[in-house]
């Protein structure tokens, strides 16, 4: 029988100053990238580490899926809580996105949120890759969320419990979006675009930890 317990983001950067750790600092070495290149960590204004795509990433996945995805590594999940603050720095049009990736398992196995301006059959919804091109499992949406200018910082919380999970968006109390995730598995939790630019500036998880995946997370590079 697995147990829940918290597993927290904590670290900053080495270069960081100490007094300014926390919960939902992020750490270099527990993320990995589908591209190095499109993907950087800078100090912030803060002086706290965030994880920057920079540009939409080169990744071709082995079939339609988001291209720009970082994992944390640290830990994998089944059931589980994310709260994370994010920053989509791009132009504003319908499938404007950020995306967080969950039970991720392998280039063709994980789910993710797309959260976008506009709501369609490819946009502002949860979706499942397995085995084929992304398939949409939302049951419950908004029209979609506000990106706000470049520089809004925005809050995502995620709880998968069982076969449903549901997300929300900044202080909406409804949730944004609630998905069918029944025929989803375990693995790891993330952040990234399907093909735009974004900034993660902190996340924390915590939940029934699942077996680890094992590498290569984007096949061969």
């Given at each position: 029988?697995?147990i829940a317990?918290?597993?927290?983001?904590?670290?900053?950067?080495?270069?960081?100053a100490?007094?300014?750790?926390g919960?939902?600092?992020?750490?270099?070495?527990?993320?990995?990238?589908?591209?190095d290149?499109?993907?950087?960590?800078?100090e912030?204004a803060?002086?706290?580490a965030?994880l920057?795509?920079?540009?939409?990433?080169?990744y071709?996945?082995p079939?339609r899926?988001p291209?720009?995805?970082?994992?944390?590594?640290?830990?994998?999940?089944?059931?589980?809580?994310?709260?994370?603050?994010v920053?989509?720095?791009g132009?504003?049009?319908p499938?404007?996105?950020?995306?967080?990736f969950?039970?991720?398992?392998d280039?063709t196995h994980?789910g993710y949120v797309?959260?976008?301006?506009?709501?369609?059959?490819?946009?502002?919804?949860v979706f499942?890759?397995d085995?084929?091109?992304?398939?949409q499992v939302?049951?419950?949406r908004?029209k979609?969320?506000?990106?706000?200018?470049?520089s809004?910082?925005?809050?995502?919380?995620m709880?998968?419990?069982g076969?449903?999970l549901?997300?929300?968006?900044?202080r909406d109390e409804?949730p944004?979006?609630?998905?069918?995730v029944?025929s989803?598995?375990?693995?790891?939790?993330?952040?990234g675009?399907?093909d735009d630019?974004?900034?993660l500036h902190?996340?924390?998880?915590s939940?029934?930890q699942g077996?680890?995946p094992?590498d290569?997370?984007?096949?061969p590079?």
């Amino acid at each position: 029988m697995r147990i829940a317990r918290p597993v927290l983001c904590l670290a900053a950067l080495c270069s960081c100053a100490a007094h300014n750790a926390g919960p939902g600092m992020l750490v270099t070495a527990e993320w990995v990238t589908s591209d190095d290149d499109a993907f950087r960590w800078r100090e912030g204004a803060d002086g706290r580490a965030e994880l920057a795509l920079t540009k939409p990433a080169a990744y071709r996945p082995p079939v339609r899926a988001p291209q720009g995805i970082a994992l944390w590594r640290r830990e994998s999940f089944a059931d589980f809580e994310l709260w994370a603050e994010v920053q989509q720095d791009g132009r504003e049009y319908p499938h404007r996105d950020l995306c967080m990736f969950f039970a991720y398992h392998d280039p063709t196995h994980f789910g993710y949120v797309h959260l976008a301006s506009s709501a369609d059959d490819n946009a502002h919804g949860v979706f499942l890759v397995d085995g084929a091109p992304r398939r949409q499992v939302t049951t419950s949406r908004t029209k979609g969320v506000v990106g706000g200018d470049p520089s809004s910082r925005h809050r995502v919380h995620m709880k998968r419990s069982g076969p449903v999970l549901r997300v929300w968006f900044d202080r909406d109390e409804a949730p944004v979006l609630v998905a069918d995730v029944s025929s989803c598995g375990e693995g790891y939790l993330g952040f990234g675009s399907f093909d735009d630019t974004g900034v993660l500036h902190s996340f924390v998880a915590s939940g029934v930890q699942g077996s680890r995946p094992v590498d290569p997370l984007f096949g061969p590079r």
